[in-house]
């Protein structure tokens, strides 16, 4: 009988824990390793949604990109959105295990995935934050090339890509060639990113005065989203869980979504 534990030092030989920031908070977060595990569900947040869901499924782990508790927990109860997502877990018996930092970091992970969904060419790490047990560097940019393209057309594939309900942009005055991503929230490696050499900086959650510096400092700056440049990845976990496990059976959240909407 597979168990919590298994899959989740098999999730760590994808994305090794030492490529996590100190602050983060992966691995098995809630539940018991040494339970079993028959099905289970992969998705990017571990919501109350996504939990809901597993317990309607009948799975006993949600492996998510984003940990169910990320900040300090000092209560346990039902006056918080984490407490009441802690609650239900552990009273249905559902295990929650994430990958974040690390799989944004690893080769293969989230941005190499990002980076190959647009159509990148000739991927490669941008700023380096360190190297693994085999010599290979990690971290989080990639950046690659695309055949010259105006940037409100690129913006438009983006926005297909992604299936993103809509895309925020700033015109740095330059047509696309060399594109930088970063999945999630990465609008302060918009430096480094100029510093390789791209016009064009794919990443989300931009404020109002990066998308100033961005223009000033003559770059393309795309916000496609928190969920869409990072969801990608969990096709990836559910083929490569597949892989491992074929014993279990492996579900995409059908109820995963970005809590923003646009009118």
């Known amino acids: ?8 030092d ?24 040494d339970r079993p595990v028959t099905k289970l569900l992969v998705a990017l947040d571990a919501s109350m949604e996504v939990l809901e869901e597993a317990a309607e499924t009948g799975c006993q782990l949600v492996v998510s990109h984003h940990p ?19 609650l239900f877990a552990a009273e249905k018996q559902i295990s929650c295990v994430n990958m974040h930092t690390n799989l944004d970091s690893v ?8 980076a190959s969904a647009l159509g990148l060419e000739e991927i490669s790490l941008v700023s380096p934050r360190g190297t693994d047990e085999a010599g290979e560097a990690y971290g989080y940019l990639r950046c690659g090339f695309v055949r010259e393209t105006a940037l409100t057309d690129f913006a438009a594939f983006v926005k297909d890509a992604l299936s993103c309900p809509g895309v925020r942009y700033v015109n740095g005055g330059k047509p696309v060639v060399k594109v930088a991503v970063g999945g999630g929230a990465c609008g302060d490696e918009m430096a480094a990113a100029l510093a390789a050499g791209c016009d064009t900086f ?6 109002y005065h990066q998308f100033c510096d961005a223009a000033a400092m003559g770059l393309n700056l795309i916000d496609a989203g928190h ?35 646009f009118v």
């Not at 009988?1 to 298994?6: K, L, P, S």
């Not at 900040?71 to 997502?85: F, H, I, M, P, Y």
């Not at 080769?107 to 190499?112: F, K, M, R, Y």
Request: proline share 4%; aromatic share 8%.
């Open 68 to 86: 169910v508790i990320f900040g300090g927990l000092k209560q346990l109860n039902e006056d918080s959105v984490t407490g009441r997502a802690v």
């Open 227 to 261: 969920f869409e440049t990072e969801a990608p990845v969990c096709d990836y976990l559910c083929r490569r869980l597949r892989e491992k496990f074929p014993e279990v059976q492996i579900f995409l959240s059908k109820k995963q979504k970005s809590p923003i909407e």
């Open 202 to 207: 794919v990443t989300a959650d931009i404020k």
């Open 107 to 114: 080769h293969g992970g989230v941005n190499d995935i990002l």
């Open 1 to 8: 009988m597979t168990t919590v534990r298994e899959i989740t």
């Open 10 to 33: 098999y999730l760590f030989t994808l994305a090794p824990s030492y490529m996590k920031e100190n602050w983060d908070n992966v691995g098995l977060v809630v539940g018991r390793g």
